[in-house]
């Protein structure tokens, strides 16, 4: 199977701003970006300590709901061993779940939020109601970024 | 026949018919007449002796043996009995003559009261005695009616008495009034009133006598006991059931002694022969010594006259004293040192009663220092084996436990696991001390009862004084430790408010199975995790806890596999299972979150079925504000906002608010509500070993570099506290000007007062703001008091920027000086320095005067505490004892022992207040379980349903729940749960119309209409996600809510009149003594805390600060708020008048008031001459005095004093002086009305000006 269709969304996006709130943590950044493509806006936390971004930066990001390349479902539960994934391809993948969908506007502009977590770090994703109808609450996510 | 003939057996003993068991009708109480002492007794004591010469009890001596054994080794000369087996026998002492007993004194003054002092009959007259005697013999009169009843015949006897003399209508005797001697014991009949001839005739009889020269009081006749004796003698039984005597009165007046048994005053042998008598007995030697005195006196009596009286007055004083040692005895009688007597020996806290009849001194205790230990469970308590070694338990053998209590008893009573005793099943019992321990414990069979020690998993009590509420005693489970200190978990330290600081607590041991069971389930630690007070969590994570989950659950904390999976088996010992989740961030190397650690926590493997849902906003969740209007949630950049979902961390640092006691959605009570207590404390026991071991690698410390200010922070400060000062001094220039803005209500002084205190009040708030901004996070105070374990921003601010105002008395600090605070100041300085302000902070150190202000203050706190300890035990002791005997009964109401009901249904709605989950008491928190049980039932394949197939099903549903709704649930539960359920389907129904624009369809429809674009069929699915629910999601939300509201229903039985006393009285204690709270407008204080605590249990008819808020109907106007207030304060003349002075004529002097009728009419009073003549006419203590009024014209009156024409100077200045306290319009007693602008709301901002509503005081 190719990855088209694990991967459940991807666009190149760049970072607008840091920590838009000011500086509250050391080792994470939450960055503030949009996408060329779908003209989404996102809020990210970022470990920059390990993959340090910065205003600019152009990034590619994924969502997708497994690693293994074949399609399998994810478990849930974290397996070792070295075999080729849909990880191979980027630079910095994390792993959460989709927890909160939201609306915002009203009538015809009506924009979805969609909110994940990392462990703690955060994505906000916000756009078009389009691109969310596909995931569904509680969805455990692959969040890849690879810089450009 | 014949058989029957031979049952009667003819005896000389008398016939006693054989009626079966007797009842006992009635019991009766009263005192021993002289005859009875003497019947009761066994010996004569009539020598003031103890011993003879060879240390012997003297015979007919106070220690006469006679009246039992003296000690362990003497025997019982009565009946022969050794010191254990022979209660003691009473003495007599006869008196030579008879004396009163204090305890009676009133009641004899009563008696004499109400009878003649000749004949003895009682003083009403005949008609209204039969009818008082009727009432009196009325059966089905209470005891306490009758005692009233007896009162109102002394009052209605001693009123008669009080004013003139009274004959008594049966011998003609005149009856003067009686009454109570001043300085002796001693009844005096006052018969100065009398009237008739009586007193000259004896006048001039005892003119006669020869010792005429002492005239002692005549007309006040001192009646001796000898004559009380007599007169009460000659009562007819009548009159004794009149004033509802028990039995004959005469029994108040001592005549015999009835010396009491050796056993009860026991003498003590100090080394050596001497020996220590007791306080009765040495009273009672007293006592003989004299009454030999006035038996000699008495004997050569005809010679000396009246002498003896003063040896019968110090006869009468000491046995007194031998009854009561409290009684006021003149000086010259005292003799010794004081003894106590029989009412010291019985009453007070080390009385007889409280100390040992109802002493609370129990076995198998223990009390030791307490000490923390997280690693126990919380249901735990570390107990040291020399206590385990001492307390036992009795344990019956069977064959399970045979081995194990073999080992016991063969390891005797000093060697740990050990016994102390063998109850054989015969009774006899055997102690485990010598070396024969072998022997019986191969004897040992099952039926034997070993005392062991105590070992791990026995069930103890656990208490701290003072236990103010029912958590402070609760049951543990025994863990036997080392060293010498009570151990247990800190997470249970918030039920007994207990610290290390040097603490100690006691320990019980419950001796049977039955005792262990109930106690485990009705005061076990897992049972009393919440207050009854209104269900907060009460054992919950403290100090160090708190701290590590808000460092672990930081946005930043990141761990590798290594520290990950170390920090897993942290919190169970490695014990436990753990699935280890997906690392959060892969890529470039894997990293798990800390918030990844909390949810392997709360569900460390499947099998755990744990599903936490809550929403809890910590301290430092950023509020909405201009930049972001809409609520931020999870995406708050502090991380403030906790969210578990389905028990997974989603987002937020925790802090006190979602772990700490004292909420009703932090963590625990969820678990507690929604699983069980097993939950709960099991999630309690893994944070406390996690945290107790993280924050040991991690090192958590204070030093010094953190509370020291940066330079900036330096700058600042100093910036701030001169813009302060300045800005004090212009107010003070301002003040000294006149130029002062006056507040409402004030005058110019209190108005300086508050606006300075206001102003550096914000002052130390600035600089304690710009000190927090400049914290660094790692701050080990800033931590501590962001995650709420320790300190808060005023205690950091206090040590690095500036420690702020000392109030005294909440004021600013007084004047100890003259005109000044200390010497340092000159006169009448009111500057921020000179009247405690500090400016310093700790870390700066305080100056020499900012030291002594800071003393006063904290003087203030430490004689706070010290009163209010006192004051507030007295008034839960008092709220325990009103309420103590209320309780739920079957039929659900509330009734007090006596069967009174008190409440139809407790609470108005039956509900235990424990298991309370809402805010404001209300049973259930909707929100939170509708969010429950969206997230724990997915909606995964099921359809969701429409706004209105919601509101068609929950009606079906509830019809369907109708029959067992109906008298269980209150009529308000039900209605707040279907509107609940209605707003949701609203909300849905809301959002649906906004995503599309359209109608909202059947849900069939959409499912039909293959036609309609996809986008719309998208939005709708994505509204569906948004807020959807499912047939089933409302089904279990509907079942759970009614299936929980049916657990909360209180059970019958419940004491609820002690868990309001003690929910009342343990706050109590932890409230400040002299709260005042300002009340919204210039120094209007009015009374709270303990003081208004007080004043509410005491019903006090006059409280200290009454205010009333006044709404006005018409409240825009300002006007209209003045005229009212205009006629509700109290005015008084002087106050709208312009002169009030004196004018003397050659005719005629007056007063002449002059009114300002210019102020007058601004302030709308609406008063003139004529009205104000009135109201001095109306005046009485002026009314008396006046002749008469005259108006002169509109603004003016002449008063004209009458009364005496040579007192008239005086009389008109008494009567200027009085004019001007004439109130003429208000209400008297109103000092103070003022009018306060409202707070305004955004919604009612929007129209109209501002509102105004008043303060009326008084």
């Known amino acids: 199977m190719s990855s088209s269709n694990i991967i459940m969304f991807e666009d190149i996006f760049v970072v607008d701003k840091l920590d838009p709130d000011g500086k509250k943590f050391d080792k994470v950044t939450r960055i503030e970006a949009h996408s060329q493509n779908c003209d989404m806006f996102m809020h990210l936390d970022v470990n920059t300590d390990v993959y340090p971004m910065f205003v600019n930066d152009k990034f590619t990001m994924a969502l997708a709901h497994t690693l293994n390349l074949d399609g399998t479902p994810d478990t849930g539960y974290y397996t070792q061993g070295g075999r080729k994934t849909l990880a191979d391809k980027y630079e910095y993948v994390m792993h959460g779940k989709l927890y909160q969908i939201q609306e915002e506007g009203s009538r015809r502009a009506t924009r979805t939020e969609m909110v994940i977590t990392f462990g703690g770090l955060l994505m906000l994703l916000k756009g078009d109601p389009s691109y969310v109808s596909q995931f569904e609450l509680d969805q455990r996510l692959f969040c890849l970024i690879r810089k450009l | ?1258």
Request: proline residues 4%; glycine residues 8%; positive net charge.
């Open chain 2, 1 to 1258: 026949m014949q058989q029957r003939a031979q049952d009667i057996i003819y005896t000389k003993q008398p016939y006693i018919e054989d009626v079966g068991p007797r009842r006992i009708k009635s019991i009766q109480f009263s005192t021993m007449s002289g005859s009875d002492i003497l019947k009761a007794s066994e010996c004569q004591v009539h020598l003031g002796q103890y011993y003879d010469a060879n240390k012997k009890a003297i015979v007919g001596g106070l220690l006469d043996t006679r009246m039992g054994a003296p000690n362990k080794h003497g025997t019982c000369q009565t009946c022969g009995g050794s010191f254990t087996d022979c209660p003691g026998h009473f003495g007599y002492l006869n008196l030579v003559l008879p004396v009163y007993n204090v305890g009676y004194l009133s009641t004899i003054l009563d008696i004499l009261k109400c009878i003649c002092k000749s004949c003895s009959r009682v003083l009403i007259d005949e008609k209204l005695r039969k009818s008082y005697l009727k009432r009196m013999r009325n059966p089905r009169t209470e005891p306490l009616k009758k005692n009233e009843l007896m009162k109102e015949i002394v009052k209605k006897c001693s009123t008669m008495a009080s004013s003139k003399a009274v004959k008594c209508l049966r011998c003609g005797y005149m009856n003067g009034m009686v009454k109570k001697a001043g300085s002796v014991v001693g009844i005096i009949h006052d018969r100065s009133k009398l009237s008739d001839g009586y007193l000259e005739e004896c006048k001039s009889a005892i003119g006669h006598t020869r010792e005429a020269r002492a005239p002692i009081g005549l007309a006040t006749y001192i009646l001796n006991p000898v004559k009380v004796l007599s007169l009460f003698q000659r009562m007819v039984e009548v009159d004794c059931e009149l004033l509802y005597l028990q039995g004959r009165p005469e029994k108040l007046i001592i005549t015999t002694i009835a010396v009491p048994p050796i056993s009860i005053r026991p003498s003590v042998f100090t080394e050596g022969s001497q020996s220590n008598e007791n306080d009765i007995t040495e009273r009672l030697k007293q006592i003989i010594q004299f009454n030999a005195k006035l038996r000699l006196e008495l004997l050569e009596g005809r010679r000396t006259g009246i002498k003896y009286l003063i040896g019968w007055d110090e006869l009468q004083a000491v046995v007194t004293l031998y009854i009561n040692s409290d009684v006021r005895i003149p000086l010259d009688m005292q003799v010794g040192r004081p003894l106590s007597g029989f009412v010291q020996r019985l009453t007070g806290k080390q009385g007889r009663f409280r100390q040992n009849l109802a002493g609370k001194r129990v076995e198998f205790t223990g009390r030791t220092v307490i000490s923390p230990d997280p690693n126990l469970k919380i249901t735990e308590v570390a107990i040291p084996i020399h206590m385990a070694r001492i307390l036992t338990y009795p344990e019956r053998v069977t064959h399970h436990n045979i081995e194990k209590l073999r080992q016991c008893v063969n390891n005797g009573s000093y060697k740990y696991p050990g016994a102390r005793m063998v109850t054989y099943p015969d009774g006899s019992s055997k102690m485990l001390t010598g070396n024969y321990r072998k022997r019986i414990a191969e004897e040992l069979k099952s039926g034997c009862i070993v005392h062991r020690h105590l070992e791990d998993g026995d069930v103890v009590l656990f208490n701290r004084q003072p236990s103010l509420h029912r958590m402070s005693i609760m049951c543990h489970r025994a863990r036997i430790m080392p060293w010498r200190t009570l151990r247990f978990n800190e997470s249970v330290c918030n039920p007994y408010n207990a610290d290390f600081d040097g603490d100690e607590m006691n320990m019980h041991v419950p001796q049977t199975e039955e005792a262990r069971t109930e106690a485990f389930l009705l005061m076990g630690v897992q049972n009393n995790l919440c207050t009854p007070k209104n269900g907060e969590i009460l054992v919950a994570s403290t100090q160090d806890f708190l701290t590590s989950s808000f460092l672990i659950t930081r946005k930043d904390t990141f761990y590798d596999r290594a520290a990950f999976s170390l920090m897993c088996s942290y919190m169970n010992d490695g014990m436990d299972l753990v699935d280890l989740p997906t690392p959060s961030v892969l890529k470039p190397i894997e990293l798990w979150t800390g918030k990844q650690l909390f949810s392997v926590l709360l569900r460390p493997h499947a099998n755990v079925r744990v599903y936490i849902n809550l929403i809890v906003k910590e301290k430092n969740y950023s509020k909405p504000n201009k930049e972001h209007k809409k609520e931020r949630e999870t995406m708050c950049p502090n991380d403030g906002y906790v969210y578990f979902r389905n028990s997974e961390l989603i987002s937020g640092q925790l802090g006190k608010a979602t772990l700490g006691n004292g909420n009703k959605d932090g963590l625990y009570s969820i678990l507690l509500r929604d699983y069980n207590a097993y939950a709960a404390a099991t999630c309690m026991n893994r944070l406390a070993k996690l945290s107790a071991r993280w924050i040991g690698n991690h090192g958590f410390s204070i030093g010094i570099d953190d509370v020291q200010p940066g330079k900036k922070l330096v700058d600042e400060k100093g910036k701030t506290i001169s813009n302060g000062y300045r800005h004090c001094n212009k107010l003070i220039a301002d003040y000294n000007g006149g130029r002062l803005a006056l507040k409402p209500g004030c005058d110019a002084t209190q108005t300086l007062e508050t606006e300075i205190t206001e102003r550096l009040n914000k002052l130390r708030e600035e600089a304690g703001d710009v000190c927090m901004k400049e914290l660094h996070w790692r701050n080990s105070p800033l931590i501590m008091s962001q995650c709420g374990s320790k300190g808060s921003p005023i205690n950091i601010s206090q040590m690095i920027a500036c420690v702020g105002q000392q109030s005294v008395g909440g004021s600013r600090a007084p004047d100890g000086f003259i005109d000044r605070s200390l010497p340092h100041f000159p006169r009448k300085s009111k500057t921020p320095a000179a009247k405690g302000f500090v400016a310093n902070s700790f870390y700066s150190g305080l100056s020499a005067t900012e030291f002594f202000f800071h003393t006063m203050g904290g003087r203030e706190g430490l004689v706070d505490t010290a009163v209010k300890t006192a004051d507030t035990g007295y008034m839960a002791r008092r709220l325990s004892k009103g309420l103590e005997d209320l309780c739920v009964q079957y039929d659900n109401t509330v009734q007090d022992a006596g069967g009174g009901i008190v409440q139809f249904l407790y609470g108005d709605d039956g509900l235990d207040p424990a298991i309370m989950e809402g805010k404001a008491g209300v049973p259930l928190n909707f929100d939170r379980l509708f969010m429950k049980v969206k997230a724990t039932c997915g909606a995964e394949e099921d359809e969701y349903l429409s706004p209105s197939d919601i509101s068609n099903i929950v009606q079906s549903l509830l019809l369907k729940h109708n029959g067992t709704l109906d008298g269980i649930c209150s009529e308000s539960f039900r209605k707040s749960l279907s509107s609940f359920l209605g707003d949701q389907a609203k909300r849905l129904e809301c959002l649906m119309k906004l995503v599309d624009g359209v109608e909202v369809e059947n849900f069939d429809n959409i499912k039909n209409v293959e036609g309609r674009t996809g986008i719309s069929k998208n939005t709708e699915k994505i509204a569906q996600k948004v807020s959807g629910i499912t047939e089933k999601q409302l089904e279990v939300f509907l079942k759970t809510c009614l299936d929980r509201y049916v657990w909360k229903r209180i059970e019958p039985g419940t004491a609820i009149g002690a868990i309001g006393a003690q929910s009342i009285g343990e706050p109590g204690t932890q409230m400040t003594l002299k709260t005042f709270h300002f009340a919204g407008v210039a120094s209007m204080n009015i009374t709270q805390g303990v003081p208004r605590i007080k004043e509410i249990i005491n019903g006090a008819k006059r409280i200290s600060t009454p205010i009333i808020t006044v709404e006005l109907e018409h409240n825009s106007n300002v006007n209209a708020a003045r005229i009212i207030k205009g006629r509700i304060q109290k005015t008084v003349l002087g106050q709208v008048a312009k002169s009030i002075k004196i004018v003397m004529t050659s005719r005629s002097a007056s007063v002449k008031v002059t009114l300002d009728m210019k102020t007058i009419r601004e302030a709308q009073l609406s008063l003139d001459a004529n009205i104000v003549r009135e109201l001095i006419l109306e005046t009485p203590k002026i009314k008396r005095k006046l002749q008469r009024i005259n108006v002169l014209e509109d603004g003016k009156l002449e008063v004209f004093p009458g009364g005496d024409r040579n007192k008239l100077h005086f009389e008109l200045h008494s009567l200027k002086n009085m004019l001007p306290a004439v109130v003429v319009k208000g209400i008297k007693t109103v000092e103070r009305v003022v009018i306060a602008q409202k707070k305004l709301d955004d919604a009612e901002n929007d129209h109209g000006g501002p509102k105004y509503n008043m303060f009326v005081e008084g």
